[in-house]
């Protein structure tokens, strides 16, 4: 579905020149969704923005389907590749009422049946017609982000790329949505590029997962392999260590491990959940 | 018991304005524009502004019931000339006998004519270029910025001067003059909006859906633009309406007989220590218009402005 080979991304030039990227490969199955993680800085989101042309490729190549993106991309790209921002403040016009933002990709695209796609969106990311002509500002930030993931899916791409969905929302609204990602991708079939720097997030959506440090790829494991604490790199094992270094004292693992509701693991403890927000992110030493 | 019927119809307007369930797109609308106005209306100093607005427009469609008078043809020169205020002649009359009340009040007709001529031209030539120059970036922005810069450089009346020097004296030419002169400020202001929102989310997440720059631009980023515009132009009504006062003054503006408010300054200034109400009274009549556009755009400023949070 997505094959990325030798991707470079190279941002200013001279001496403000960064090499944000360097040489990753990755390919990514249809219908399966694939965490890219790492520590800030890393190049994880970069590369989304690569993908979707909001950053420019230096070296290597992006293929959809097996065709080459084209530069600037297409209305048919977008049409199947679409992405969700990280800040479901910011990623919403803040003068335009719900309906005209889900109304504007379809008249983009210029499709018809507007009222009922707008509603069925709704509808599908668990938002009755109440919300359909309020104000961004008249919304909770989960149900922001609900928004944002409606306008994503209403031009019916097979591809979403989700850039850290869920690490602007408090813990419990992050596993709502959590579920809510997984639901529309095993009923739609999507395939997801997840960023994240959060493991517990990334191991609850996918299966297989592309550990990033400095614009190069660490390791390439999956999620039960991280489970389990064994992941072959060391680096890997220091981003894990990372996270479970936040717990701070042994008592606190003790909290019901209520929300994400999975097997008993370090990366799903409940207090990890709760220092998944932005500026707590786990650091390696 | 009628009292009381209007008095629950009432409510219930207000129910289904401030509705946080809007169930149509007019309503939702209609709400927030709603909420404006409570903002707004709050407001005693902007309210007195917008009070004075009004009257402007009020008078300038009335004029011939409000003032009977020919304001163009006075009365018996012998015996009817800088008449000082009085029963017949509320504010008194200037040296061709005319009476000053019903120059004044026809000449707001034309004062609102350049006000509203004015913001027709300048304000879409200054959104336009601010917000192409910001959105687009590179060379586009050079261009747009410098011709901008080149037109700021000047002092407004006198590049005015020269275009009305160039085109011909008149109310229509110095209405041009005066948009030509006063776009560059609107271009500066949407162009430093349009930057901090040509990269935010909700920006790159239409360009993602393949939308088009111009669509971008007129859809997402003018709306966004026009608050500000609206505010500086409102506040730039005064300099516009003294411009024009200004124009006329030094007679290159509305020629006589036309009742033109700056014009009938010049009229007075011969006999001002003698007659002084020929002077003072349109110069009262522009302090008080302008006057009134400041407290309207400090009041919108306060309800518009897109980063106070409602």
């Known amino acids: 579905m997505i094959d990325i080979k030798d991707l470079s991304i190279v941002f200013g030039s001279g001496r403000l020149r960064v090499e944000a990227v360097k040489g990753l490969d990755f390919h990514v199955e249809e219908g399966e969704a694939f965490g890219l993680v790492g520590e800030s800085g890393s190049g994880k989101s970069t590369v989304l923005r690569a993908i979707c042309g909001l950053a420019p490729i230096a070296r290597g190549s992006i293929s959809i389907n097996g065709n080459k993106v084209t530069e600037p991309r297409g209305r048919q790209f977008y049409s199947t590749v679409q992405m969700v921002f990280q800040d479901p403040y910011g990623s919403l016009h803040p003068r335009q009422t719900i309906d005209r933002i889900l109304s504007e990709p379809l008249s983009i695209h210029g499709q018809r049946d507007q009222d009922l796609r707008i509603v069925a969106a709704l509808e599908e990311v668990g938002l009755g017609p109440a919300y359909r002509f309020r104000y961004p500002h008249q919304l909770s930030g989960g149900q922001r982000q609900r928004v944002a993931i409606a306008r994503a899916l209403i031009l019916n791409p097979k591809i979403v790329l989700l850039d850290e969905p869920t690490s602007a929302l408090?813990?419990?609204?992050?596993?709502?949505?959590?579920?809510?990602?997984?639901?529309?991708?095993?009923?739609?079939?999507?395939?997801?590029?997840?960023?994240?720097?959060?493991l517990a997030v990334v191991t609850h959506l996918c299966r297989r997962l592309l550990v990033m440090r400095n614009g190069e790829m660490?390791?390439?494991?999956?999620?039960?392999?991280?489970?389990?604490?064994?992941?072959?790199?060391?680096?890997?094992?220091?981003?894990?260590?990372?996270?479970?270094?936040?717990?701070?004292?042994?008592?606190?693992?003790?909290?019901?491990?209520?929300?994400?509701?999975?097997?008993?693991?370090?990366?799903?403890?409940?207090?990890?959940?709760?220092?998944?927000?932005?500026?707590?992110?786990?650091?390696?030493? | 018991?009628?009292?009381?019927?209007?008095?629950?119809?009432?409510?219930?307007?207000?129910?289904?304005?401030?509705?946080?369930?809007?169930?149509?797109?007019?309503?939702?609308?209609?709400?927030?524009?709603?909420?404006?106005?409570?903002?707004?209306?709050?407001?005693?100093?902007?309210?007195?502004?917008?009070?004075?607005?009004?009257?402007?427009?009020?008078?300038?469609?009335?004029?011939?019931?409000?003032?009977?008078?020919?304001?163009?043809?006075?009365?018996?020169?012998?015996?009817?000339?800088?008449?000082?205020?009085?029963?017949?002649?509320?504010?008194?009359?200037?040296?061709?006998a005319r009476d000053i009340f019903s120059r004044l009040v026809h000449g707001s007709?034309?004062?609102?004519?350049?006000?509203?001529?004015?913001?027709?031209i300048a304000m879409p030539i200054g959104l336009l270029i601010g917000t192409v120059a910001g959105y687009m970036g590179g060379w586009v922005d050079a261009v747009l910025m410098r011709i901008t810069d080149i037109f700021l450089a000047f002092p407004r009346l006198i590049l005015a001067l020269a275009f009305v020097a160039a085109l011909g004296?008149?109310?229509?030419?110095?209405?041009?003059?005066?948009?030509?002169?006063?776009?560059?400020?609107?271009?500066?202001?949407?162009?430093?909006?349009?930057?901090?929102?040509?990269?935010?989310?909700?920006?790159?997440?239409?360009?993602?859906?393949?939308?088009?720059?111009f669509r971008i631009i007129t859809r997402h980023i003018v709306p966004l633009c026009i608050p500000s515009v609206i505010i500086r132009v409102t506040l730039d009504m005064a300099g516009i309406i003294l411009t024009a006062a200004g124009l006329g003054f030094l007679g290159l503006g509305a020629q006589p007989p036309?009742?033109?408010?700056?014009?009938?300054?010049?009229?007075?200034?011969?006999?001002?220590?003698?007659?002084?109400?020929?002077?003072?009274?349109?110069?009262?009549?522009?302090?008080?218009?302008s006057l009134g556009f400041n407290l309207l755009g400090d009041g919108l400023r306060d309800v518009l402005d897109p980063k106070a949070e409602k």
């Open chain 2, 109 to 120: 007709r034309l004062t609102l004519m350049v006000v509203m001529l004015v913001t027709v």
């Open chain 2, 169 to 213: 004296p008149g109310i229509v030419n110095a209405v041009i003059a005066i948009a030509i002169t006063s776009w560059p400020p609107y271009a500066r202001i949407a162009r430093a909006e349009t930057l901090t929102i040509r990269n935010s989310d909700f920006v790159l997440a239409v360009r993602l859906q393949g939308a088009s720059p």
């Open chain 2, 258 to 289: 036309t009742p033109e408010w700056g014009a009938m300054i010049a009229a007075g200034r011969q006999f001002i220590i003698d007659y002084w109400w020929v002077a003072t009274m349109p110069g009262i009549a522009i302090f008080v218009v």
């Open chain 1, 170 to 198: 408090d813990a419990s609204v992050q596993a709502e949505i959590l579920n809510l990602l997984e639901r529309l991708r095993t009923e739609r079939g999507l395939t997801y590029i997840l960023v994240s720097h959060d």
């Open chain 2, 1 to 96: 018991m009628g009292n009381l019927a209007t008095s629950s119809r009432r409510g219930r307007l207000r129910k289904w304005l401030t509705t946080n369930e809007p169930i149509s797109r007019g309503q939702a609308r209609l709400g927030s524009a709603y909420r404006s106005w409570l903002a707004f209306s709050r407001n005693p100093l902007a309210m007195l502004g917008l009070i004075i607005v009004l009257a402007l427009i009020i008078i300038a469609i009335f004029a011939d019931q409000i003032a009977t008078p020919s304001p163009v043809v006075g009365g018996d020169l012998r015996t009817e000339r800088l008449q000082p205020p009085g029963e017949n002649h509320w504010l008194g009359t200037d040296n061709q």
């Open chain 1, 218 to 285: 660490a390791e390439l494991t999956d999620s039960s392999t991280l489970r389990r604490g064994q992941p072959a790199s060391a680096y890997t094992r220091e981003l894990i260590r990372a996270t479970q270094g936040f717990a701070r004292a042994k008592a606190l693992s003790a909290v019901p491990r209520r929300i994400c509701g999975k097997a008993a693991d370090p990366l799903n403890s409940a207090e990890h959940m709760h220092s998944g927000g932005k500026n707590t992110r786990p650091r390696s030493p």
